[in-house]
């Protein structure tokens, strides 16, 4: 009996403890204190340096930027010479080579040039459009990265980290064509017709086909742990995280454990989604997307146009801030770090996870997802990144909110008053400094940009998960819990813990990714020619 009663004692003494501080600081500061530690650990370990000069260069960065360039070069530039190719097979122009294949196109094609339903579709292996898939990885991407990243990139880097964040946005559709036309090549599909894709299955099996059989299990192994990382960190803990602050903010909540509360309410609603698998999640993104992008952008133009004469300024300082940053940051290198570090973390290009998603299209040439896919760094950084960062700079030419170059973590000081604000707080003060009480209407877009986000990155980590421990329910249910959990800790802990962990979890995935990649971009371009040449066939 005494045992049995100093068991109970020594099991129940930890929550008291915990009842006790939860009392003193509230379950957010808790969450966070337990948070911290391991999320700067984790970013000191991914970004090591190595010393260029009077500067230190994370490795990734440099395997990043190196290989999204040479795949520049090797493939002729495919980021600006393919981009209206992309654009009619999103619109589903050369949609019969696809579904049938060039041969039966040929052999049945009446001489009205009509395809007959009679021809058995080639691409039945696949379970989403073009048009979903991109979609769905669009809403992996474009979310508060662009954002709340953009905002602590300007903060950080000043105007110029915007033009080397536009940089590794351009040379980033080539590499998000070569990892997704993989994707769709080496993906493997089940017997009853489910789609299992991405960087775990061209690493394995594109390696062995090259002769590297341990290495391609190996680096698929580690692929698919950091995926399910980044999965509950860049995918989801970030963007809970940016959705409770907005929320907090907008509505002027207060409590020591609401973080926790938003966090729930929006495990719950993301629970409900993630269940469906990726048929319920493409339909769910291929509304969502276009409809928070489409207010967005809209918001974007009526301030940049009600700024139209600050145009060529805007621009300028982003140009020259480039190549003579301010004094803040330590010189140009340091700009570059930061525009390409946000873009990375924004558009995902090189990390592999997009693939995921890619891999489950219809289609009987990889290559036309590929090209579809070099379309997402285009709309994430090029275009919507861009439009954010005009708007925080005319917000700041107009209101002197803060002196670029001096953030402390990831948020700068505003007016000398004191308080230092950061992430989607800053631009929704931007936005809402033009169009009065648009913070509502980002309030809304923002909670739905992190709501897009976090089902697909549910889903690229499942995949991984599966890849890992099996297929079957038990795995898929121990993931869905775990990944939910993320959801709470992340609207709970702080910004500089959630964002220290996020990007290093998202940028670990370069490292396996970038080196299948160079391994296997010849297996990209033959299937680059087959796909092309049966266009020119087909329709010449």
Wanted: glycine content about 10%; some cysteine; proline content about 3%.
């Amino acid at each position: 009996m005494k045992y049995k009663l100093l068991s109970i004692l020594s099991f129940l003494l930890p929550l008291f403890t915990f009842a006790q501080e939860a009392e003193e600081k509230g379950l957010d500061e808790i969450v966070n204190d337990k948070f911290m530690p391991f999320a700067s650990w984790w970013e000191g370990f991914v970004l090591t340096t190595i010393p260029v000069g009077e500067y230190n260069i994370p490795i990734v960065l440099i395997l990043l930027v190196l290989g999204a360039t040479f795949f520049t070069i090797y493939f002729k530039f495919p980021n600006i010479l393919k981009f209206p190719l992309a654009i009619n097979v999103v619109r589903g122009k050369y949609e019969e080579v696809e579904k049938y294949g060039l041969e039966k196109v040929e052999m049945h094609m009446t001489e009205d040039g009509d395809i007959p339903d009679t021809i058995r579709d080639e691409s039945e292996e696949g379970e989403v459009s073009h048009f979903q898939a991109l979609a769905t990885a669009v809403s992996g991407t474009v979310g508060l990265g662009n954002i709340a990243g953009v905002a602590v990139a300007i903060a950080i880097g000043g105007p110029g980290a915007t033009f080397w964040m536009i940089v590794c946005g351009l040379i980033g559709m080539s590499t998000k064509f070569v990892e997704c036309t993989l994707g769709v090549k080496y993906r493997d599909v089940g017997e009853d017709g489910t789609v299992y894709g991405g960087p775990m299955y061209y690493l394995s099996r594109g390696l062995k086909s090259r002769g590297f059989t341990v290495l391609g299990k190996v680096l698929a192994a580690i692929f698919a742990i950091l995926c399910v990382g980044a999965s509950f960190g860049g995918g989801n803990a970030f963007q809970s995280n940016q959705a409770a602050v907005q929320l907090t903010t907008m509505f002027n909540l207060e409590g020591g454990s609401i973080g926790v509360v938003i966090g729930i309410i929006l495990a719950v609603l993301v629970g409900i989604v993630i269940i469906g698998g990726i048929k319920k999640i493409a339909s769910v993104t291929e509304k969502i997307v276009p409809f928070m992008a489409v207010i967005y952008v809209i918001a974007s133009l009526i301030i940049i146009f009600a700024n139209i004469k600050y145009i060529g300024d805007a621009f300028g300082m982003i140009f020259s801030g480039a190549f003579t940053p301010e004094a803040g940051l330590g010189g140009i290198l340091g700009v570059i770090i930061v525009g390409f570090q946000r873009a990375a973390f924004s558009n995902e290009a090189g990390a592999g996870s997009a693939a995921i998603a890619h891999s489950a299209v219809k289609t009987k040439y990889p290559a036309s997802e590929g090209i579809v896919a070099l379309l997402e760094p285009f709309i994430d950084t090029v275009v919507i990144c861009t439009m954010t960062a005009l708007v925080i700079i005319f917000f700041n030419m107009d209101a002197g909110a803060f002196d670029y170059g001096n953030a402390v973590g990831s948020t700068v000081l505003l007016n000398d008053s004191g308080t230092y604000i950061g992430g989607v707080d800053l631009t929704s003060m931007a936005y809402d400094s033009v169009i009065p009480g648009f913070r509502y209407v980002l309030t809304i877009a923002i909670v739905l940009f992190a709501f897009s986000t976090m089902i697909s990155w549910s889903y690229y980590g499942l995949q991984s998960w599966k890849y890992l421990f099996g297929r079957g329910k038990t795995a898929d249910i121990v993931y869905k819990v775990l990944f939910l959990l993320f959801v709470v800790i992340g609207a709970a802990a702080t910004l500089d813990a959630v964002i220290k962990f996020s990007d290093a979890m998202i940028l670990a995935l370069v490292f396996p990714n970038m080196i299948g990649l160079l391994i296997l971009f010849p297996k990209v371009k033959e299937e680059l020619n087959k796909y092309v040449n049966a266009i020119k066939k087909a329709y010449s």
